[in-house]
């Protein structure tokens, strides 16, 4: 019972350092500053804690939800046969980026509000997690968004199929090179965005970043979503293409698949090298 007390005294707050969303130290007005230590490669306590669950579990159901919600506006847009009497790409781009942002805001102080495993990827290199809970992490977002997009199909398997379920495909008049560009980029800036909005540094000198830290990231998945929406009908979160991928289950769709796992890891990694190394500095390796 006592490791039980201990979970539900401490919580999400267990392995704080690592959370990089809502859970960072704030620290005082003094310009004084500690750089939280690197998450180890491999954490076996993590294993014992509810808190680590949990965190998972917050995960499943954020991308469910996600899932859930922007494939149903992306079905409606398509099955409508007039375009003004929709939302359009406009809604559909807004639905991803208003979905992130509430998202991110209810589970950021759970297990951080990645809801994405190319966010998952880029903050595992950046050492803000342990390789333990970012397999767990992908893991349950990619089980989510199975069930998510299958909920849906499941309720209206008709219009599901003859909307495209909500899978990403490069679109006709574009190369698969465009589409990879497009993802590569498109991820990078939602990343970078991440990187930003959740350094534990700022967080220490400015109290509001954390607490606007959902906005900028909501923000910048709206933003995306309008400039590639037409190019792949935008990716940039593998956990999001595989659930539609796996529920709609074409043949054109699974040609186009490793562009959404390929892009967006890489744009991930480059996101991750560019604000460690160069906007903070800060090496890889640790000095012990």
């Given at each position: 019972m006592e490791g039980k007390e201990e979970?539900?005294?401490l919580g999400a707050n267990k392995f704080s350092e690592r959370q990089p969303i809502g859970t960072a130290a704030q620290?005082?007005?003094?310009?004084?500053?500690?750089?939280?230590?690197?998450?180890?490669?491999?954490?076996?306590?993590?294993?014992?804690?509810?808190?680590?669950?949990?965190?998972?579990?917050?995960?499943?159901?954020?991308?469910?939800?996600?899932?859930?919600?922007?494939?149903?506006?992306?079905?409606?847009v398509n099955n409508s046969p007039s375009k003004?009497?929709?939302?359009?790409?406009?809604?559909i781009a807004w639905s991803f980026g208003g979905m992130i942002f509430a998202l991110v805001y209810c589970t950021a102080g759970i297990?951080?509000?990645?809801?994405?495993?190319?966010?998952t990827f880029g903050l595992f290199l950046a050492r803000k997690l342990s390789l333990t809970r970012a397999v767990f992490y992908i893991v349950m977002q990619c089980l989510g968004a199975i069930c998510g997009a299958g909920v849906v199909k499941g309720f209206q398997q008709g219009l599901y199929m003859s909307s495209g379920g909500g899978a990403n495909a490069v679109n006709p008049g574009y190369t698969k090179g465009d589409g990879l560009g497009a993802e590569i980029v498109g991820t990078f800036v939602?990343?970078?965005?991440?990187?930003s909005a959740t350094d534990a540094k700022r967080n220490a000198r400015d109290s509001h970043v954390p607490i606007l830290a959902p906005l900028p990231?909501?923000?910048?998945?709206?933003?995306?979503?309008?400039?590639?929406i037409p190019i792949t009908g935008t990716g940039i979160n593998p956990a999001r293409s595989l659930g539609a991928a796996i529920i709609y289950n074409r043949e054109h769709t699974w040609s186009d698949h490793w562009i959404f796992w390929v892009g967006p890891f890489i744009g991930a990694?480059?996101?991750?090298?560019y604000?460690?190394?160069?906007?903070?500095?800060?090496?890889?390796?640790?000095?012990?």
């Open positions: 979970d539900v005294r620290g005082s007005e003094d310009k004084d500053y500690k750089e939280p230590p690197p998450a180890p490669l491999f954490e076996p306590g993590e294993l014992k804690s509810w808190s680590f669950y949990r965190a998972g579990i917050a995960e499943f159901m954020a991308t469910f939800l996600f899932l859930y919600v922007t494939i149903l506006t992306v079905m409606g003004c009497a929709t939302v359009g790409i406009q809604g297990s951080g509000g990645h809801i994405n495993p190319a966010v939602l990343v970078y965005t991440v990187f990231i909501g923000f910048a998945v709206f933003l995306v979503h309008l400039a590639t990694a480059l996101a991750a090298v604000h460690q190394v160069v906007i903070r500095a800060i090496p890889f390796k640790s000095k012990s």
